[in-house]
T-cell receptor, first 113, second 116 residues
Framework: DAGVTQSPTHLIKTRGQQVTLRCSPI?????VSWYQQVLGQGPQFIFQ???????GRGNFPDRFSARQFPNYSSELNVNALLLGDSALYLC????????????FGPGTRLLVL | AQTVTQSQPEMSVQEAETVTLSCTYD???????LFWYKQPPSRQMILVIR??????QNATENRFSVNFQKAAKSFSLKISDSQLGDTAMYFC?????????????FGPGTRLSVLP
């Protein structure tokens, strides 16, 4: 079975622009979470979606938004990009329950110039 | 709020030897899960091992084992017979089961280098 997939793999944007990152969960997984990983640090939680509803939000500004589609894929949007948004954005999926392990995608490397 | 601490930013070990990575956490919860994830230079985050807090028996997975000390809130990872492919960042993570909402907190990571 295919794992979690993310697109694009790399992205370069300039300050003030907007970006959309995409994630496809493992088949059968209904929960998707997004993380930001700044170089040299551990991942920081941004959002969790389950059954197309937002179930959790980390300490990120309103410039960050996300949604989940009926096929359980997800998009993360970031508006008005700042230099500090440069990071690896990780998507993780898990079947459904809160007790289940989540599995990560390869990430999207975003560079803001 | 839960916090996870990894006090060793970098470690190295000779191939075939054993190394232990440390992790401590802070929580008031009684029911939770702990994980070790590995992130090789290729950056894909891979699950190494998982421990349920209600289980007293330490989890093992081939060459990987944990020492879970609930009272001390300590969760160390032991890698036996280290291999070059074990070179990676290792993240300790805490998860609180909840009906809704995110509950996954990562530590800052330990960079492990396995030397030939």
């Amino acid at each position: 079975d295919a794992g979690v997939t993310q697109s694009p793999t790399h992205l370069i944007k300039t300050r003030g622009q907007q970006v959309t990152l995409r994630c496809s969960p493992i088949s059968g997984h209904k929960s998707v979470s997004w993380y930001q990983q700044v170089l040299g640090q551990g991942p920081q939680f941004i959002f969790q979606y389950y059954e197309k509803e937002e179930r959790g939000r980390g300490n990120f500004p309103d410039r960050f938004s996300a949604r989940q589609f009926p096929n359980y894929s997800s998009e993360l949007n970031v508006n008005a990009l700042l230099l500090g948004d440069s990071a690896l954005y990780l998507c993780a999926s898990r079947p459904s329950g809160a007790r289940e392990t989540q599995y990560f995608g390869p990430g999207t490397r975003l560079l803001v110039l | 709020a839960q916090t996870v601490t990894q006090s060793q930013p970098e470690m190295s070990v000779q191939e075939a030897e054993t190394v232990t990575l440390s992790c401590t956490y802070d929580t008031s919860e009684n029911n939770y899960y702990l994980f070790w994830y590995k992130q090789p230079p290729s950056r894909q985050m891979i699950l190494v091992i998982r421990q349920e807090a209600y289980k007293q028996q330490n989890a093992t997975e081939n060459r990987f084992s944990v020492n879970f000390q609930k009272a001390a809130k300590s969760f160390s990872l032991k890698i036996s017979d280290s291999q070059l492919g074990d070179t990676a960042m290792y993240f300790c993570a805490f998860m609180k089961p909840a009906p809704e909402g995110q509950n996954f907190v990562f530590g800052p990571g330990t960079r492990l280098s396995v030397l030939p």
